[in-house]
Nanobody, 128 residues
Framework: QVQLVESGGGLVQAGGSLRLSCAAS????????IGWFRQAPGKEREGVSC????????YYSDSVKGRFTISRNNVRNTVYLQMNSLKPEDTAVYYC?????????????????????WGQGAQVTVYT
């Protein structure tokens, strides 16, 4: 059974940092491109960042570029999202998901329909 579990969310003051983790069981994350999405109340789920499976090419949305860093540790079967200089508009539930066909790399855009396995989400709240 495939399972993705996010952790590391929480409450942080604007300008602060958090690191999210996405731990997998039932599959090897090293074989997949992995993406992070977020969804704020009343808004659509949006792609934040994605790391490819083989050459570690990386995508960031314009809203987080320069502040967030995605990385992976295949030995630990975990993908991370380091979030720095957080802003109140970063407040959302953050999800990790697998992109089995590396569509994000090919298309240059993250679309939820291209991702199959999803975690349950981690709440990130940024206050001023």
């Amino acid at each position: 059974q495939v399972q993705l579990v996010e952790s590391g969310g929480g409450l942080v003051q604007a300008g602060g940092s958090l690191r999210l983790s996405c731990a997998a069981s039932g599959l090897s994350l090293g074989h997949y491109a992995i993406g992070w999405f977020r969804q704020a109340p009343g808004k659509e789920r949006e792609g934040v960042s994605c790391i490819s499976s083989h050459d570690d090419s990386i995508y960031y949305s314009d809203s987080v570029k320069g502040r967030f860093t995605i990385s992976r540790n295949n030995v630990r079967n975990t993908v991370y999202l380091q979030m720095n200089s957080l802003k109140p508009e970063d407040t959302a539930v953050y999800y990790c998901a697998t992109d089995p066909f590396s569509t994000t790399k090919a298309m240059g855009v993250m679309t939820t329909r291209d991702f199959d396995y999803w975690g349950q989400g981690a709440q990130v709240t940024v206050y001023t």
